[in-house]
């Protein structure tokens, strides 16, 4: 029977969502008569103005439709707007695939996990050590049974590169943030080597530690834009920028997704896995010195202090930056 109408529910973190990308590319080279619509999580739904075109985006806000049965009844609201001749979940959790089993797709395809396979239609194993934007893209060819190689991730956006670097310095997880003390000691260095402006970014959970870092250097010419910018003014300052210095974060994703060259530092993260998909606009900066990395975890049980990021060589970053920002500007 011929696929007209298509549901994906898509990741509810900002890297996750961002990696999906690729999904949605292929998913319209699949179906490219079918009417796509897509669920997502409230706040990152705010990324989908540079997604590939869609028919319908539903809205899921956690705090309204709360637990299992806020998923169900979420689910049930949609099947009374619209029905679905196939339904795609993305994310691992059981809620994610009750609200699949409520919206009543004639199809509904997602990977074990959390005891949900009965709520599927068509269920597979997750493929292990593959990069995670393809492991969404495998959950495509395991439905179809065709391969669809995927070369890259692109948002789209009409934004025109500016004078400025940007900087995060932060992470969800402990074991991927970087220190007060040796942020303080890569963006003293970086500022005496870098002419353009500096833009630090965070969310607004984490312009407290943001502040902490620049009082350790009172006499920055940097501007804060922590806690300051939405999702949508977030992408455009990374697309507008010439580059951006990060951790193993949500931004990195972003960014390259949109075209701007980023340096990732990574510490328990695998790269194999979640650094930013572009290869040939990103660099990855490990220590690579100690036997527990990458650890994966979001606490570093070993030291407290993730030695993995704190024991970088901070000129050595600053020079990788400045080689970057020498070949992207004409």
């Known amino acids: ?54 028919q319908h985006q539903f809205v899921f806000d956690k705090s309204v439709y709360k637990g299992i049965a806020g998923a169900w009844r979420f689910g049930k609201e949609i099947q009374k707007q619209e029905t679905f001749d196939l339904f795609f979940c993305l994310p691992d959790s059981f809620s994610s695939a009750v609200m699949g089993r409520a919206i009543g797709a004639r199809k509904r395809v997602g990977y074990k996990k959390e005891v949900r396979t009965f709520l599927f239609t068509h269920v597979y194993t997750k493929p292990a050590h593959l ?67 500096i833009v630090l970014i965070g969310a607004p959970k984490e312009a407290a530690f943001i502040h902490g870092v620049l009082k350790k250097l009172p006499h920055t010419r940097i501007e804060n834009k922590a806690g300051k910018t939405d999702l949508p003014q977030l992408v455009q300052l990374l697309a507008s920028a010439r580059l951006l210095l990060t951790t193993d974060s949500g931004p990195a994703h972003l960014a390259n997704a949109l075209g701007t060259y980023t340096i990732v530092l990574f510490g328990a993260g695998n790269e194999k896995e979640t650094a930013p998909y572009n290869q040939d606009l990103r660099t990855v900066i490990r220590l690579g010195q100690l036997s527990c990395e990458p650890c994966e975890k979001n606490v570093c049980v070993r030291y407290g202090i993730p030695q993995c990021l704190e024991r970088l060589n901070a000129v050595a970053i600053v020079d990788e930056v400045t080689t970057r920002l020498n070949n992207t500007i004409s």
């Open 1 to 54: 029977m011929e696929v007209s109408k298509i549901l994906v529910r898509l990741p509810n973190w900002l890297g996750d969502m961002v990696m999906a990308v690729g999904f949605m590319q292929q998913l319209q080279q699949q179906y490219p008569s079918a009417a796509i619509s897509v669920i997502a999580k409230k706040g990152i739904h705010q990324l989908l103005p540079f997604f590939p075109p869609m």
């Open 131 to 197: 990069h995670r934007a393809d492991v969404y893209v495998s959950l495509l060819e395991k439905y179809t049974g065709k391969r669809f190689p995927l070369t890259g991730i692109q948002l789209k956006h009409d934004f025109t590169k500016e004078a400025y670097v940007v900087v995060n310095i932060n992470s969800e997880a402990s074991s991927r943030r970087l220190t007060e003390q040796k942020a303080a000691e890569l963006l003293s260095i970086l500022e005496g080597a870098v002419p353009q402006k």
